[in-house]
Nanobody, 120 residues
Framework: VHVVESGGGSVQSGGSLRLSCAGSGYTLNGYYCLGWFRQSPGKEREGVASINSDGRTNYIDSVMGRFTISQDIAKNTLSLQMNSLRPEDTGTYYC??????????????WGQGIQVNVSA
């Protein structure tokens, strides 16, 4: 299984970025969950957003209304549209695939991480 994130970079506060995650070597079928995590400097990794095979999405409070998670099943890609970015969104973002459907945890595959820097 190969998982690659793209789309990170540096932006000023208020700007936007779109992260993408492309996977190969696995099949999306049945019940599953996909997610984006981040690790900010000096903090533990946290789940940012998730989407399951039913299309149900979840977000942490701090990104609600600013971030949108989506998936393209045909292309095996997962995206995270990030708008109105804030300096506290700075961190390394990770794509996580094939988590448990109901609880969106215990993900089987992870990307290598991509850096997002938001300056004030």
């Amino acid at each position: 299984v190969h998982v690659v994130e793209s789309g990170g970079g540096s932006v000023q506060s208020g700007g936007s970025l779109r992260l993408s995650c492309a996977g190969s070597g696995y099949t999306l079928n049945g019940y599953y969950c996909l997610g984006w995590f981040r690790q900010s400097p000096g903090k533990e990794r946290e789940g940012v957003a998730s989407i399951n095979s039913d299309g149900r999405t979840n977000y942490i409070d701090s990104v609600m209304g600013r971030f949108t998670i989506s998936q393209d099943i045909a292309k095996n890609t997962l995206s995270l549209q990030m708008n109105s970015l804030r300096p506290e969104d700075t961190g390394t973002y990770y794509c996580a695939l094939l988590g448990r459907w109901m609880t969106c945890d215990e993900y089987k595959h992870w990307g290598q991480g991509i850096q997002v820097n938001v300056s004030a």
